[in-house]
C-alpha cells in the first residue's frame, strides 16, 4: 500500500504530521484531507500534548497544487483545514524548510508558532499566476508584519529569507540544528510554559503610515500596468485593515474567485508550466549522461561576450574571456567591472562580492588558455568569414569533449560547426543583449549536435540563472524570426497611413514595454540600415521592400536614442520619446512617391497586422520542427521580447483569446486587400482550424 499524504507518527507527547507528496508537498486533495484529519486527531488523543506540522524531503509545503485550480474540488478545503488547526485545542508548531510558499505559508499561518531552518526562503508567490493568496494569507501577513511589508511581500511574491521572516514576525524562532527535533523541543517548551495557543487572525494590523496603502499603489503604477493579480492584493490589504478578520476574509475569497476564472491567471498559471516544460527536450531524456563543466572560455569581450562571462562568475564558474586586442580586453573587462560595481552601489549585491566575481573572471589573448576550458562560447563579430576563423581554432585548441557554442544570433550553425572536425559538439546558445540581465536563452541545435551536448547545455542554462529553450537553425531562429514579420507589417502601415507614435501606442497597450519604433530607436536603427545595404534587399524580386522611412531616417543620421532622434526625438539625456514633425514629413513624402494614398489605420487593423503574422510565423516554425511546442515558442517570446505573461505568449492566445480561425480569416481578409503572398495561411493553421484544433494539440 502507498504511504498516506500526511504521515502521522508520535515523539513523546508530542504527534507529528509529516507532509508526503514529493517532489515539493503541493496541497493536493489528499494533503489537505490529510492535515484535516491528522489535526482532529492528535487534537482528540489525550496523549498528545502538542502538534508539530512539517514537510517530508525537500520542503514544507510549496502551495496549492496548480494543476488542481480550475478543476472539481476534492478534499477538505484549504482555508477550512486552516480554521481546524487554528481552533485546534493542541498548540501546533509549524516547521519551515526548503520554500514554503503560497498555501503552504497560509498553512503555517494557520499554525500557532512558527519555526524555521536558516537556510528557508519562504512568500507568497501567488501574483506570478496572476491570482492572490486566497488561504487567509492577505489577512493575516499584515497581521503580523504591518500592511505596507505585506504588500510589498506579496505584489512581488518574492522569497523572504528566515532571517528577515524572523525580523517581521513571520516566523518565531529559527532552529538550530535538526529542523524536527528543534521543532519538537520548542513544542515541548511551548507545553512546558502553558504558553497560549496564539492565532494569528486576533491580532490587529498595523499601518506603517496613514497613507502606506495609497503610496504603494503608486508606487507599482508602471511595473503593474495590465495586471489584475497586483491591484487586487491591494484591495484584499485594504479589507484587512478595515474590514473584522472573518469580513476581510470573505472580501479575500471574493478577490481570489474573480481572479481564478479570469484570462490573466489562466494564462500566467499556463506560463508556470511551460517554462518548466520548455527545458526538457522531447527526445533527449532526463537519465542522459551530462558532461562536466567547471570551467568555460567567452571568445570576444564586447557587449554580448562581457555580459555572458558576468553569468558565469555570477554562478561561481571561473571563465576565461579571449580578446584579440588588449585594448580591447582592457574595456571589456573594465565594462564587467563597473556593471558589478553599479549593482552593488544600488545594493544588488555586496562591496566584497563584486572582487569575488571579478576573480572569477580571467582575461586572456592566448587561445591556449582556453585548452581546459569545458565549454567556450563564441562572441564575435556576426559574419561568417570571423566565425570560420574562430571556430577553426577553437578545433585546434579545445580539449576533447569541450562543448563549442556560438552565440549568433542568426548565422548558420551547421555551417559553423562545420569548421570544425567535431561538429557534434557544437551547439548555439543565443543570448539576449544585455547578457547579464535577460533571462532567455535560446539554446539552436545543429544537424549533428550531440544528445548529451544538448542535454549539458540546457542543465548548465538553468545554473547560469537562465531560462532555456531549445530551436532548430533557420533564419531568425525563433524570436528574431517571429519579430520580422512584425517590423514587416509595421513598416507598411508607416507608407500606407499610420505614424511610429500610434503604431507603438497599440504595442504598448497590448502590454510590450514598448513598440517596434521605439525598441528601434533604443538598439540603434543604423543597424538594420547597414545590413540592409549589405543584403541589396531591395533589388529582390517579389517583396514589397520594407525599408524605405528607416532609410531616410538614418540618411539624416537619426540613428535613435544614441543621436538625440530617430523615429522621435529625444531631449537628451531625458530618453522619453517625442513624436516629430520633421519624420512625419518624411513618411509622407515617402507615401507620395511610392504612390500611396495615406488613409486612417484603425488601431484593431495595427494589432492584427502585427500580431497575427507573428501567430502564423510559429505556426510555420512549430510545423517545420524549429521549435518543440508551441509552449517553447510562448516562453520566447515572454522572456526575450516582452510579451506580457498575462496573456500567456502569442500562441497561447491565439488559441485561448483569439482563436484560430479568427486569425486565419483575417490572414485571408488582408491578403485579399493587399494581394500580398506575405499573408497566405500556414499550412499548420490551416489545417488545425479544419480539424478544430488548436496548436497546443501539435
Ligand atoms: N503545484 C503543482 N506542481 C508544482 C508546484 C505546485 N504548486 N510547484 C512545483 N510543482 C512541480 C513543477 O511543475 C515541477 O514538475 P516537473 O518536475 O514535472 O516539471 C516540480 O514540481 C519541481 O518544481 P521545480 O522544477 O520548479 O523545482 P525547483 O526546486 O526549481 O523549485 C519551487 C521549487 C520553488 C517550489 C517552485 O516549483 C515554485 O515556485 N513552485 C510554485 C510555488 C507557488 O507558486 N506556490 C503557490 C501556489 S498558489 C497557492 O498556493 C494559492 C493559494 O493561496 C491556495
Known amino acids: 500500500m502507498s504511504e498516506p499524504a500526511v504521515i502521522r507518527s508520535t515523539q513523546g507527547e508530542i504527534g507529528v504530521l509529516t507532509v508526503n507528496n514529493p517532489p515539493v508537498n503541493a496541497l493536493s486533495a489528499a494533503v489537505r484531507t490529510g492535515l484535516d484529519e491528522g489535526v482532529k486527531a492528535f487534537g482528540a488523543d489525550p496523549a498528545i500534548k502538542a502538534i508539530v506540522l512539517i514537510g517530508g524531503g525537500r520542503t514544507f509545503i510549496a502551495g496549492a497544487d496548480i494543476r488542481e485550480f480550475g478543476k472539481p474540488r476534492a478534499g477538505t478545503d484549504l482555508n477550512e483545514v486552516i480554521r481546524i488547526m487554528e481552533t485546534s485545542p493542541k498548540i501546533i508548531v509549524a516547521a519551515l524548510h526548503g520554500t514554503p510558499l503560497g498555501g503552504g505559508l497560509e498553512t503555517a499561518l494557520g499554525a500557532h508558532y512558527r519555526i524555521s531552518a536558516p537556510t528557508t526562503r519562504l512568500g507568497l508567490p501567488e501574483v506570478h499566476l496572476g491570482l492572490l493568496p486566497g488561504?487567509?494569507?492577505?489577512?493575516?501577513?499584515?497581521?503580523?508584519?504591518?500592511?505596507?511589508?505585506?504588500?510589498?511581500?506579496?505584489?512581488?511574491?518574492?522569497?523572504?529569507?528566515?532571517?528577515?521572516?524572523?525580523?517581521?514576525?513571520?516566523?518565531?524562532?529559527?532552529?538550530?540544528?535538526?529542523?524536527?527535533?528543534?521543532?519538537?523541543?520548542?513544542?515541548?517548551?511551548?507545553?512546558?510554559?502553558?504558553?497560549?495557543?496564539?492565532?494569528?487572525?486576533?491580532?490587529?494590523?498595523?499601518?506603517?503610515?496613514?497613507?502606506?496603502?495609497?503610496?504603494?499603489?503608486?508606487?507599482?503604477?508602471?511595473?503593474?500596468?495590465?495586471?489584475?493579480?497586483?491591484?487586487?492584493?491591494?484591495?484584499?490589504?485594504?479589507?484587512?485593515?478595515?474590514?473584522?478578520?472573518?469580513?476581510?476574509?470573505?472580501?479575500?475569497?471574493?478577490?481570489?474567485?474573480?481572479?481564478?476564472?479570469?484570462?490573466?491567471?489562466?494564462?500566467?498559471?499556463?506560463?508556470?508550466?511551460?517554462?518548466?516544460?520548455?527545458?526538457?527536450?522531447?527526445?533527449?531524456?532526463?537519465?542522459?549522461?551530462?558532461?562536466?563543466?567547471?570551467?568555460?572560455?567567452?571568445?570576444?569581450?564586447?557587449?554580448?561576450?562581457?555580459?555572458?562571462?558576468?553569468?558565469?562568475?555570477?554562478?561561481?564558474?571561473?571563465?576565461?574571456?579571449?580578446?584579440?586586442?588588449?585594448?580591447?580586453?582592457?574595456?571589456?573587462?573594465?565594462?564587467?567591472?563597473?556593471?558589478?560595481?553599479?549593482?552593488?552601489?544600488?545594493?544588488?549585491?555586496?562591496?566584497?562580492?563584486?572582487?569575488?566575481?571579478?576573480?572569477?573572471?580571467?582575461?586572456?589573448?592566448?587561445?591556449?588558455?582556453?585548452?581546459?576550458?569545458?565549454?567556450?562560447?563564441?562572441?564575435?563579430?556576426?559574419?561568417?568569414?570571423?566565425?570560420?576563423?574562430?571556430?577553426?581554432?577553437?578545433?585546434?585548441?579545445?580539449?576533447?569533449?569541450?562543448?563549442?557554442?556560438?552565440?549568433?544570433?542568426?548565422?548558420?550553425?551547421?555551417?559553423?560547426?562545420?569548421?570544425?572536425?567535431?561538429?557534434?559538439?557544437?551547439?548555439?546558445?543565443?543570448?539576449?543583449?544585455?547578457?547579464?540581465?535577460?533571462?532567455?536563452?535560446?539554446?539552436?541545435?545543429?544537424?549533428?549536435?550531440?544528445?548529451?551536448?544538448?542535454?549539458?547545455?540546457?542543465?548548465?542554462?538553468?545554473?547560469?540563472?537562465?531560462?532555456?529553450?531549445l530551436v532548430g537553425v533557420c533564419e531568425g531562429f525563433v524570436g528574431n524570426r517571429m519579430l520580422r514579420q512584425r517590423g514587416v507589417q509595421s513598416a507598411y502601415m508607416l507608407e500606407e497611413g499610420a505614424l511610429p507614435q500610434q503604431i507603438d501606442k497599440v504595442i504598448f497597450d497590448f502590454g510590450f514595454p514598448m513598440g517596434p519604433f521605439q525598441m528601434s530607436d533604443l538598439a540603434g536603427n543604423d543597424v538594420g540600415w547597414r545590413i540592409r545595404q549589405g543584403k541589396k534587399e531591395k533589388e529582390q524580386r517579389n517583396v514589397r521592400y520594407t525599408g524605405y522611412v528607416a532609410d531616410a531616417i538614418c540618411e539624416l543620421g537619426r540613428f535613435g536614442q544614441k543621436t538625440g532622434s530617430g523615429y522621435y526625438k529625444y531631449n537628451l539625456p531625458d530618453r522619453t520619446p517625442i513624436p516629430d514633425p520633421e519624420v512625419e514629413k518624411i513618411i509622407e513624402e515617402n507615401s507620395k512617391r511610392l504612390g500611396i494614398t495615406r488613409r486612417a489605420i484603425s488601431d484593431q487593423e495595427i494589432l492584427e497586422r502585427t500580431l497575427y503574422p507573428m501567430v502564423n510565423e510559429g505556426a510555420k516554425i512549430l510545423e517545420e520542427g524549429m521549435a518543440q511546442r508551441a509552449l517553447d515558442i510562448d516562453v520566447i517570446w515572454v522572456n526575450g521580447y516582452g510579451w506580457p505573461v498575462y496573456r500567456g505568449g502569442p500562441m497561447w492566445w491565439a488559441d485561448n483569446v483569439v482563436g484560430l480561425k479568427t486569425i486565419h480569416d483575417a490572414l485571408l481578409k488582408y491578403k485579399e486587400m493587399s494581394g500580398d503572398p506575405f499573408w497566405e495561411p500556414a499550412p499548420l493553421l490551416k489545417r488545425l482550424v479544419a480539424e478544430g484544433k488548436k496548436f497546443s494539440d501539435v
Open 135 to 469: 488561504a487567509g494569507g492577505t489577512q493575516r501577513l499584515p497581521r503580523l508584519t504591518g500592511a505596507a511589508y505585506a504588500l510589498e511581500a506579496m505584489v512581488s511574491g518574492r522569497h523572504i529569507p528566515a532571517k528577515e521572516a524572523a525580523s517581521k514576525g513571520i516566523v518565531d524562532r529559527i532552529a538550530e540544528g535538526d529542523l524536527l527535533q528543534s521543532a519538537v523541543a520548542y513544542a515541548r517548551e511551548l507545553v512546558a510554559q502553558k504558553a497560549p495557543l496564539k492565532r494569528v487572525r486576533d491580532q490587529q494590523v498595523k499601518l506603517e503610515s496613514p497613507t502606506a496603502i495609497a503610496d504603494f499603489e503608486r508606487s507599482i503604477a508602471r511595473k503593474a500596468r495590465g495586471f489584475k493579480a497586483p491591484w487586487h492584493i491591494v484591495k484584499t490589504v485594504q479589507a484587512a485593515v478595515e474590514l473584522p478578520f472573518d469580513q476581510g476574509l470573505a472580501r479575500e475569497r471574493e478577490l481570489f474567485q474573480e481572479l481564478l476564472t479570469s484570462s490573466e491567471s489562466a494564462a500566467q498559471r499556463f506560463y508556470f508550466f511551460a517554462e518548466r516544460e520548455a527545458a526538457k527536450v522531447k527526445d533527449v531524456p532526463s537519465d542522459t549522461p551530462q558532461r562536466e563543466i567547471k570551467t568555460a572560455g567567452i571568445i570576444g569581450a564586447g557587449t554580448m561576450g562581457g555580459g555572458i562571462a558576468m553569468n558565469f562568475a555570477n554562478a561561481g564558474i571561473p571563465v576565461t574571456v579571449l580578446e584579440v586586442k588588449q585594448d580591447a580586453l582592457d574595456r571589456g573587462l573594465k565594462t564587467i567591472r563597473t556593471n558589478y560595481e553599479n549593482t552593488a552601489k544600488r545594493g544588488g549585491m555586496k562591496a566584497e562580492d563584486v572582487e569575488k566575481r571579478m576573480a572569477l573572471i580571467k582575461p586572456t589573448m592566448d587561445y591556449n588558455d582556453l585548452k581546459d576550458a569545458d565549454v567556450i562560447i563564441e562572441a564575435v563579430f556576426e559574419t561568417m568569414e570571423v566565425k570560420e576563423g574562430v571556430f577553426k581554432k577553437l578545433d585546434e585548441v579545445a580539449k576533447p569533449g569541450a562543448i563549442l557554442a556560438t552565440n549568433t544570433s542568426g548565422l548558420d550553425v551547421n555551417q559553423i560547426a562545420s569548421y570544425t572536425k567535431r561538429p557534434g559538439d557544437v551547439i548555439g546558445m543565443h543570448f539576449f543583449s544585455p547578457a547579464n540581465v535577460m533571462k532567455l536563452l535560446e539554446n539552436v541545435r545543429g544537424k549533428a549536435t550531440s544528445k548529451d551536448v544538448i542535454a549539458s547545455v540546457m542543465t548548465l542554462s538553468k545554473r547560469i540563472g537562465k531560462i532555456p529553450t
